[in-house]
């Protein structure tokens, strides 16, 4: 089992910065790929960013290429979320995934272990 919690969600206004961090607890962390995938009123879950389990692989969804960033501390068994110039249609719950594999996916499907989700609202 694996645990997960996120945090450093909030309001903000268009155009500041957020760090979402992921914290994870159980099995060893460094041997997961960890993605972040989030979730807007009315809409279906939509993957963002995620990253290999050695942090040298990263994929980011179009949206928010250029303004995201994915990192992960496996030390402090934590991924993190860096975002940038944030924009209205970044609000939604955030979610954090571990997947027991080395490479990332992009499927939520094939993740194995989920977080609550921290809210990100941005104020346009």
């Known amino acids: 089992q694996v645990q997960l919690v996120e945090s450093g969600g909030g309001l903000v206004q268009a155009g500041a910065s957020l760090r979402l961090s992921c914290a994870a607890s159980?099995?060893?962390?460094?041997?997961?790929?960890m993605g972040w995938f989030r979730q807007a009123p009315g809409l279906e879950r939509e993957f963002v960013a995620a990253i290999s389990w050695s942090g040298i692989s990263t994929s980011y969804v179009d949206s928010v290429k250029g303004r995201c960033t994915i990192s992960r501390d496996n030390a402090k068994n934590t991924v993190y979320l860096q975002m940038n110039s944030l924009k209205a249609e970044d609000t939604a719950v955030y979610y954090c995934?571990?997947?027991?594999?080395?490479?990332?996916?992009?499927?939520?499907?094939?993740?194995?272990?989920w977080g609550q989700g921290t809210q990100v609202t941005v104020s346009s």
């Open positions: 159980g099995r060893t962390f460094s041997r997961f790929a």
């Open positions: 995934a571990a997947r027991g594999m080395p490479h990332y996916a992009i499927d939520a499907d094939e993740y194995d272990y």
